[in-house]
């Protein structure tokens, strides 16, 4: 097969133009994005990249050229958008705690309950990480050295996930019927090394013979916040 040719789009995007091989057949045409179609392309290259990522089991394996090859673009396209692969995987990790964190506030929105709002948001939380088994691994189960790089505690504080449950939990200690010398920040781990917990467990144990996960969940939830109310 004779090589491809790059050429450059309008909008300094790019797309390659694959010749006819000896025998006359020809690679599938890449995708070719128009003036202001960027934003698109920049999703179409994290939805690869994505992709490659839990294909790898993490970070890895991924490279920039597989990741173009992957959305059908040429590498120049992808470092339009991303400086490099930490920015990109980056990005990656960005998009996994954003779902993460939208499907919390789903479950919660509406409860003015604080402490049913925490039930939610733990239900919600087990939910996704049993519906997308292999993202949480990677996210939240990897050995130390096998992190993403560029996304470690300080970048996981910084998320809005996380600022959700700080702000949740601030939430339920203004509730009076809870004591006023609980540490918000220590109780919010406390809630999510539960949450997270479990949920490890389910993924990495599923025929263990779990009782129900929601009632697991709850009765947690119980135990600990009667250890939070005035006596």
């Not at 059908?72 to 996994?96: M, N, R, T, W």
């Not at 003015?112 to 733990?122: Q, V």
């Not at 239900?123 to 996210?139: E, N, T």
Request: aromatic residues 8%.
């Amino acid at each position: 097969m004779r090589g491809a040719v790059l050429s450059p789009l309008p909008d300094g995007q790019y797309r390659y133009e694959m010749t006819a091989g000896p025998e006359g057949g020809a690679a599938a045409a890449r995708t070719r994005y128009r003036r202001g179609e960027g934003a698109r392309l920049r999703e179409d290259i994290l939805d690869a990249a994505s992709r490659l990522f839990f294909e790898q089991g993490g970070a890895e394996g991924v490279t920039m050229r597989g990741v173009a090859a992957a959305a059908g673009v040429s590498p120049p396209a992808v470092y339009l958008h991303f400086a490099d692969k930490d920015e990109l995987i980056f990005a990656v990790c960005q998009g996994l705690f954003t779902q993460l964190d939208e499907a919390m506030e789903s479950a919660a929105a509406g409860i003015d309950d604080p402490i049913e709002a925490m039930k939610a948001r733990g239900r919600a939380y087990v939910r996704f990480g049993l519906d997308h088994p292999d993202h949480y691994r990677v996210l939240f189960m990897q050995a130390p050295g096998h992190q993403p790089h560029g996304y470690g505690p300080d970048e996981v504080k910084a998320s809005a996930a996380f600022g959700h449950l700080l702000t949740n939990v601030a939430a339920l200690l203004a509730d009076p019927r809870l004591r006023d010398d609980i540490d918000a920040y220590e109780l919010a781990l406390d809630c999510w090394a539960h949450v997270h917990g479990l949920t490890s467990l389910l993924v990495s144990k599923p025929d263990f013979g779990w009782p129900d996960p929601e009632a697991m969940l709850d009765g947690h939830f119980d135990r600990l916040l009667a250890g939070l109310l005035r006596r």
